[in-house]
């Protein structure tokens, strides 16, 4: 029996499928994430119905630690929800496709608690630079940290702007 060529629809679905996935996948690296987390949003979101972790696993040639931490780690972002279908034991997950949701749940998962640490820090630099001796290094020092501290305080001041901007 012999396989029909794809048609030209099935080709451009192929090619827009390649080519949203490797875009995302671009982004989550960018962002530090890992390839395979991006691979399973990707899939996600250009999937057409809700998948399986065994679906997924399978589609992407991935293992069991591999897909479960992805899954875990979108989850955490509200990149991805699990959907309930009737009849069916398994969980199945679709992609968060609203924008505003994925940035907000980034900057809450993500940028805050760096933000946060970052006083922590900025504090015990300012200690120690409080112990040096020099005081041209001490000038030096503190002028550094000077800008780090006013760098850290305008991104904490962006967030809340950036929530408020991406309410629906």
């Known amino acids: 029996m012999a396989v029909s060529p ?60 591999s897909a479960s931490q992805g899954l875990k780690t979108l989850r955490g972002l509200k990149a991805v929800k699990t959907v309930y279908i009737p009849g069916q034991r398994k969980d ?16 809450k998962e993500e940028v805050s608690p760096i933000l946060e640490s970052g006083k922590d820090r900025i504090h015990h630099l300012q200690a120690l630079n409080k112990r040096l001796d ?17 760098l850290n305080t305008a991104a904490a001041k962006l967030i809340p702007l950036l929530n408020r901007f991406l309410k629906p």
């Open 134 to 150: 020099d005081p041209d290094l001490q000038e030096h020092y503190g002028n550094r940290i000077t800008q780090i501290q006013n």
């Open 92 to 107: 199945f997950y679709e992609a968060e496709t609203f924008i505003r949701n994925l940035v907000r749940g980034f900057l």
């Open 6 to 65: 794809p048609t030209a629809a099935e080709t451009t679905v192929a090619e827009l499928n390649h080519e949203i996935r490797d875009l995302i996948v671009r982004i989550a690296q960018l962002l530090g994430y890992q390839r395979s987390m991006g691979e399973i949003y990707a899939l996600l979101y250009v999937s057409t119905q809700p998948l399986s972790m065994d679906q997924i696993r399978s589609e992407l040639r991935m293992s069991m630690g």
